[in-house]
């Protein structure tokens, strides 16, 4: 099985490329994506992908509306985005063309799919011509190859019938692409025996066939004179694996709960971009992972208070819909003062939204999206390996603070893909949780409500001996528990919770800084954006601007110090990908004019527009100052 990927044409070393692969929602351009980012990490690069898919379950073929992308880039250097401009396109229809041509660079590689050209695919691509006939394909090497035939014509030993030959042509692609940057086919062929069977399998073989078809095409044709060396990356050392943000969250959930010595519970209603925490999870049940698939988003959150209640590690996640039916819940929770972990995968809304398209405008509504004070902490994710650190530091905090505690990630974090360095979980600390075993009251009743330094009441698991105490959503009295409606109680109830909110800043470190600790402009990111950010930041700092990054991961509380932070900088730019959320609260706490640059489009910005932006904040500061002496 085993295919040494060596080209007897001349080979071109670059430091990194961004290849974007388009087509039908079925012509597997999401399985060719994986297996791309899959193969440039096992060969070393640093990898960032950005998945890009209908909300349909199946779209209408050849339409605009039907596009599924995948883009991926793979260099010898660090990268922390999946990259702006494309450096080859692969386009299987017409409709993935003119839906993706404007990202390619001028020069750069086209490679289509020259059979799904025909009058009727220009059609379902509301096209009058044909695209690859227009002055302007001059601007790009473009290659037209007749996949769907040669596909077949490479497969027609294996008797499929005419659509399942046809499935096979993504797979010769791949190969093609493969040939084009010089990948290694082993992993894929791995793959291709594992998912369609053993060598009898004749699904297995005819892909087999088609994805080294594709590297021969590749090998022989006159138009492609050379192919592309991109050199391992210098990461630190260690093991590596590729991960994807969802699946960073699931093996942090069950990382968490045996540091904690506890067995989890993770009820769940499916909702995109959410859904493969519970695909990944539900693989573990030897691990102490009990998963609950619930009727109802309202159910799924209170089946986790119930686990909560009882002692165990209890998680519900969502995406911005479902966490609006889970509100009522969740201050239920806060009442109760239970650790439990909610997190929020955010995509693009209001209502049902966008449901594959990103965005971060769920965080007024983790902030204030309950009835009455009910104030909870918030985490964000800032990338898919980030997942995994995020998820045990929020566990940390619910179970040292007695209260729910939330996860924002996004639909851009959760879909895609790094690198990622496997820890030696043997030498990560654990995560101490004591229950009482004692009655905390000598002089009556169990105390539910007692409080420690942090103001954290006790952790007492049901059915422990002399341990019998009452919780519930009417406000309790300070420490006994009982219902109380006395005023005053409900006002020292509210400022405890409060209170015990905010001291979560005493357990988290310091705001930090990514450039000079002072000048022209401080530009604050959170969650997904901060890639992009960083990037774009660096670029600017590289040019010689006065310019800094703070990527805030604690959204409330904020780091105690980040006021300071702020007030260090002239100017304060915040990007987000909502309508200026983050830039809403940062001015109300400090009362700083901070400016925003904000996009609601289902899609992440790119380096170039963050860097103009950055800049052109930076050159105003300066004309200001000069104004002013």
């Given at each position: 099985?085993t ?5 007897s044409?001349?080979v ?11 087509g039908?929602s079925g012509?597997?351009m ?10 440039s990490?096992l060969l070393?690069?640093d990898?960032?992908?950005f ?19 995948f ?13 702006d401009?494309l450096d080859a396109?692969?386009?299987m ?17 086209l490679?289509v799919?020259?059979d799904?050209?025909?009058?009727k ?12 006939e227009?002055?302007?394909m001059?601007n ?7 996949m ?8 027609a030993e294996?008797?499929?019938t005419?659509?399942?030959?046809d499935r096979?042509?993504n797979?010769f692609a ?8 010089g990948?290694n086919?082993?992993?894929t ?6 998912k369609f ?8 073989q ?5 994805l080294?078809?594709?590297w021969?095409?590749g090998?022989?044709i006159?138009?492609i004179?050379?192919s592309y060396r991109?050199e391992?990356?210098?990461?630190a050392?260690?093991t ?5 943000g ?13 540091r904690?010595?506890?067995d989890?519970f993770?009820?769940?209603?499916p909702?995109?971009?959410?859904s493969?925490?519970l695909?990944?999870l539900?693989?573990f ?5 009990c998963?609950?698939?619930?009727e109802?988003e309202?159910a799924?959150?209170?089946s986790?208070?119930?686990a909560a209640y009882?002692?165990?590690m ?8 479902g ?5 009522e819940a ?6 109760l ?9 955010q995509?693009?809304g ?7 398209k ?5 965080l007024?509504?983790?902030m204030f ?7 909870l ?13 995020i998820v ?10 007695m ?11 959760a ?5 990622w360095?496997?820890p030696d979980v043997?030498?990560?600390s654990?995560?101490k ?6 009655n ?9 409500y007692?409080r ?6 006790p ?13 519930g959503g009417?406000?309790?009295?300070d420490?006994?528990g009982n219902?109380?409606y006395d005023?005053d ?10 209170q ?8 988290l470190?310091p705001q930090?800084?990514?450039g000079?600790?002072?000048?022209d402009?401080l ?28 990527h805030?991961?604690y959204?409330n ?5 980040l ?5 260090r ?5 915040i990007?987000?990908?909502n309508m200026g ?9 400090y009362?700083?004019d901070a ?9 992440p910005?790119?380096v170039?527009?963050l ?5 052109e904040h930076?050159?105003s500061?300066?004309r200001?100052?000069?104004h002013?002496?």
């Amino acid at each position: 099985m085993t295919t040494e990927a060596i080209s007897s044409k001349p080979v071109h070393s670059v430091s990194g490329v961004t290849v974007r692969l388009v087509g039908d929602s079925g012509d597997g351009m999401q399985l060719l994506g994986t297996q791309l980012t899959n193969t440039s990490a096992l060969l070393g690069n640093d990898v960032a992908t950005f998945p890009d898919f209908p909300a349909e379950i199946r779209a209408p073929r050849g339409t605009r509306a039907g596009v599924s992308g995948f883009q991926v880039q793979f260099a010898s250097h660090e990268v922390h985005t999946p990259g702006d401009s494309l450096d080859a396109l692969v386009a299987m229809n017409p409709a993935a063309l003119v839906t993706n041509l404007a990202d390619l660079i001028k020069g750069g590689l086209l490679i289509v799919n020259e059979d799904s050209f025909e009058d009727k695919d220009l059609k379902l691509a509301k096209l009058k011509t044909n695209p690859l006939e227009e002055p302007a394909m001059e601007n790009y090497r473009l290659i037209k190859v007749p996949m769907t035939r040669l596909t077949k014509e490479a497969v027609a030993e294996f008797g499929l019938t005419v659509k399942e030959a046809d499935r096979c042509k993504n797979f010769f692609a791949m190969g093609l692409v493969y040939w084009l940057y010089g990948r290694n086919m082993d992993a894929t062929l791995r793959f291709i025996h594992g998912k369609f069977g053993d060598g009898k399998s004749v699904i297995a073989q005819a892909n087999e066939k088609a994805l080294r078809s594709g590297w021969a095409f590749g090998e022989t044709i006159e138009g492609i004179g050379h192919s592309y060396r991109i050199e391992p990356a210098k990461l630190a050392p260690g093991t590596y694996r590729n991960i994807m943000g969802n699946q960073a969250l699931a093996w942090g959930l069950m990382t968490a709960a045996k540091r904690s010595g506890k067995d989890m519970f993770y009820g769940t209603y499916p909702i995109t971009p959410a859904s493969d925490i519970l695909h990944e999870l539900a693989k573990f049940k030897n691990f102490g992972v009990c998963t609950f698939q619930a009727e109802d988003e309202i159910a799924a959150v209170c089946s986790a208070i119930g686990a909560a209640y009882g002692g165990q590690m209890a998680v519900t996640t969502s995406s911005g819909p479902g966490i609006a039916l889970k509100a009522e819940a969740m201050g239920l929770a806060l009442m109760l003062e239970l650790p439990m972990l909610i997190i929020d995968v955010q995509r693009g809304g209001p209502s049902t939204g966008l449901p594959t398209k990103t965005e971060q405008a769920d965080l007024l509504q983790v902030m204030f999206g309950r009835n009455g004070e009910a104030p909870l902490p918030v985490l964000a994710a800032r990338s898919p390996a980030d997942c995994f650190e995020i998820v045990q530091e929020a566990w940390m905090l619910a179970t040292q603070l007695m209260l729910p505690v939330i996860v924002l990630s996004d639909g851009y974090i959760a879909n895609g893909a790094e690198p990622w360095a496997v820890p030696d979980v043997s030498k990560l600390s654990p995560i101490k949780i004591d229950h009482p075993a004692e009655n905390n009251n000598p002089d009556g009743p169990f105390k539910p409500y007692a409080r420690n330094d942090l103001l954290a009441r006790p952790w007492a698991i049901p059915g422990t001996p002399g341990l019998m105490h009452r919780v519930g959503g009417l406000e309790k009295e300070d420490g006994t528990g009982n219902i109380s409606y006395d005023p005053d109680n409900h006002q020292k109830m509210v400022n405890i919770r409060a209170q015990k909110v905010a001291n979560a800043a005493k357990l988290l470190p310091p705001q930090q800084v990514i450039g000079p600790q002072s000048g022209d402009l401080l530009v604050i990111s959170w969650g997904g954006t901060y890639g992009t950010c960083l990037t774009g930041v660096q670029q600017a700092q590289a040019e010689g601007h006065s310019v800094a990054l703070a990527h805030v991961r604690y959204m409330n509380p904020f780091p105690s110090n980040l006021g300071e932070v702020i007030s260090r900088y002239k100017n304060v730019l915040i990007p987000e990908l909502n309508m200026g959320q983050l830039r809403m609260l940062i001015r109300s706490r400090y009362l700083v004019d901070a400016v925003g640059f904000n996009k609601v489009k289902g899609k992440p910005f790119t380096v170039r527009e963050l860097h103009e932006k950055i800049v052109e904040h930076c050159k105003s500061s300066v004309r200001h100052e000069a104004h002013a002496k």
